[in-house]
């Protein structure tokens, strides 16, 4: 077992956190110390991150929420910047986000400091002069899907299929098991509704998705509808944006589970993103 890794890390979205807490999970499996810092959520930070601050401040969703977050956010990137060349890690991993991370990433491989990217941004699909960038700022691209390391290598930026962990996680679940473990009867129609994990999603959708609850419920009342929030601050942001009351025998709030409630359901709610990739896995 090598003895210690000095890694600094940001993730700037709830998935992303969730995926930094596997990498920092895998590699305890082969250093006996890792010294980790930067930006990350509650499962990061549960494994030892001390983070420089709060996700849901650079989480962004629509150009209201840029113009509102973009201030703190280049206050933080400049801070954290500075911490990581008075102090260099011995690698920095940036996780999805390429908005935020892929302009540190650059000024940290000009300093001599190895950088890696997992979540491959969608340049395969549109804006690809973005390319260029992350050819200058990552030392290695640690994508999701294979198609993608095929993509990378073939415009020589050094890259390595790492997997999708979701895939492996999902595969487990079981619809009757799932229902079980939320107390759901096994022969109830169960609706998961993910209005996503950005406030300013929830803020957005939470009101259309209830509504849409509400219409669902007069129709067909006999159908059960289980909302997993991101984080108990979403909670607070869904109760404090919309009147649950019409409803509220209806549904469902729970902090987190959202795999777990995706397995129970027949039919899925969600705002785009992982959950999307999530539902399918879980056959909702």
Same mark, same amino acid.
């Given at each position: 077992?090598?003895?210690?890794?000095?890694?600094?890390?940001?993730?700037?979205?709830?998935?992303?956190?969730?995926?930094?807490?596997?990498?920092?999970?895998?590699?305890?499996?082969?250093?006996?110390?890792?010294?980790?810092?930067?930006?990350?959520?509650?499962?990061?930070?549960?494994?030892?991150?001390?983070?420089?601050?709060?996700?849901?401040?650079?989480?962004?969703?629509?150009?209201?929420?840029?113009?509102?977050?973009?201030?703190?956010?280049?206050?933080?990137?400049?801070?954290?910047?500075?911490?990581?060349?008075?102090?260099?890690?011995?690698?920095?991993?940036?996780?999805?986000?390429?908005?935020?991370?892929?302009?540190?990433?650059?000024?940290?491989?000009?300093?001599?400091?190895?950088?890696?990217?997992?979540?491959?941004?969608?340049?395969?699909?549109?804006?690809?002069?973005?390319?260029?960038?992350?050819?200058?700022?990552?030392?290695?691209?640690?994508?999701?899907?294979?198609?993608?390391?095929?993509?990378? !290598?073939? *415009?020589? @930026?050094? =890259?390595?299929?790492?997997?999708?962990?979701? &895939?492996?996680?999902? /595969?487990? #679940? $079981?619809?009757?098991?799932?229902?079980?473990?939320?107390?759901?009867?096994?022969?109830?129609?169960?609706?998961?509704?993910?209005?996503?994990?950005?406030?300013?999603?929830?803020?957005?959708?939470?009101?259309?998705?209830?509504?849409?609850?509400?219409?669902?419920?007069?129709?067909?009342?006999?159908?059960?509808?289980?909302?997993?929030?991101?984080?108990?601050?979403?909670?607070?942001?869904?109760?404090?944006?919309?009147?649950?009351?019409?409803?509220?025998?209806?549904?469902?709030?729970?902090?987190? !589970?959202? *795999?777990? @409630?995706? =397995?129970?359901?027949?039919?899925?709610?969600? &705002?785009?993103?992982? /959950?999307? #990739? $999530?539902?399918?896995?879980?056959?909702?």
């Amino acid at each position: 077992m090598i003895s210690r890794l000095r890694l600094a890390v940001v993730a700037a979205e709830p998935s992303g956190d969730r995926l930094g807490a596997g990498v920092l999970a895998a590699l305890r499996q082969i250093y006996q110390e890792v010294d980790v810092r930067g930006i990350g959520g509650p499962e990061m930070t549960r494994l030892g991150l001390n983070s420089l601050c709060d996700i849901h401040d650079l989480s962004v969703m629509g150009v209201e929420d840029l113009f509102r977050k973009l201030p703190r956010a280049l206050a933080v990137r400049r801070r954290l910047l500075a911490d990581l060349l008075a102090d260099p890690p011995d690698l920095f991993l940036g996780i999805d986000s390429p908005d935020f991370n892929l302009s540190l990433e650059k000024r940290l491989r000009r300093a001599k400091i190895p950088t890696a990217h997992l979540v491959s941004p969608t340049v395969w699909a549109w804006r690809s002069y973005r390319l260029r960038k992350i050819r200058n700022a990552v030392d290695k691209m640690l994508v999701l899907f294979p198609f993608e390391e095929t993509f990378y !290598r073939e *415009r020589n @930026v050094p =890259a390595v299929c790492v997997g999708h962990p979701a &895939a492996r996680e999902i /595969a487990g #679940l $079981e619809r009757g098991a799932a229902r079980r473990a939320l107390h759901i009867d096994p022969d109830a129609t169960v609706v998961a509704v993910l209005p996503g994990s950005r406030e300013s999603e929830v803020k957005r959708l939470g009101s259309i998705f209830i509504e849409t609850i509400k219409r669902v419920a007069e129709r067909r009342p006999d159908v059960r509808f289980i909302v997993p929030l991101a984080s108990e601050r979403m909670r607070d942001v869904l109760t404090e944006t919309v009147r649950l009351e019409p409803v509220k025998h209806k549904v469902m709030l729970l902090n987190g !589970r959202a *795999r777990e @409630v995706l =397995a129970a359901s027949d039919v899925a709610l969600l &705002a785009s993103g992982t /959950a999307a #990739l $999530e539902a399918a896995l879980a056959g909702t």
